[in-house]
């Protein structure tokens, strides 16, 4: 089974931009349908984007124009480009697979055991 640790959250200024970087081991992530989610404490959680093996990408509609994913294999990482970030993209970041899943509406809709990293908080202010 893969394990997922994500990393490169922190605090930007309204319009800045950050890459979230979400490192797995254990397994190939190529193997899996991954995707990026957000929590807001007392809020349902968000999918964000979403990616499957064949590069099959989705953006949620509320990051589209802003927000990128992207597989690097060789580095066995996923990653989430934000850019002219927002207030409310506030939340804690994080990463989940599934072994097989669909790609579309900003996420990934997993079949069977799911995996997901701690998260990496953004701060926008």
């Known amino acids: 089974d893969v394990q997922l640790v994500e990393s490169g959250g922190g605090s930007v200024q309204v319009g800045g931009s950050l890459r979230l970087s979400c490192v797995a081991s254990?397994?190939?992530?190529?193997?899996?349908?991954m995707g990026w989610f957000r929590q807001i404490p007392d809020k349902e959680r968000e999918g964000v984007a979403g990616?499957?093996?064949?590069?099959?990408?989705s953006v949620a509609n509320s990051v589209k124009g802003r927000a990128t994913i992207s597989l690097d294999t060789a580095k066995n990482t996923l990653y989430l480009q934000m850019s002219n970030l927002k207030p409310e993209d506030t939340a804690l970041y994080r990463c989940?697979?599934?072994?097989?899943?669909?790609?579309?509406?900003?996420?990934?809709?997993?079949?069977?055991?799911?995996?997901w990293g701690q998260g990496t908080q953004v701060t926008v202010s």
């Open positions: 989940a697979a599934w072994h097989g899943g669909d790609v579309y509406d900003g996420s990934c809709y997993g079949h069977g055991d799911q995996f």
């Open positions: 254990g397994d190939t992530i190529s193997r899996y349908c």
């Open positions: 990616i499957d093996h064949r590069n099959t990408a």
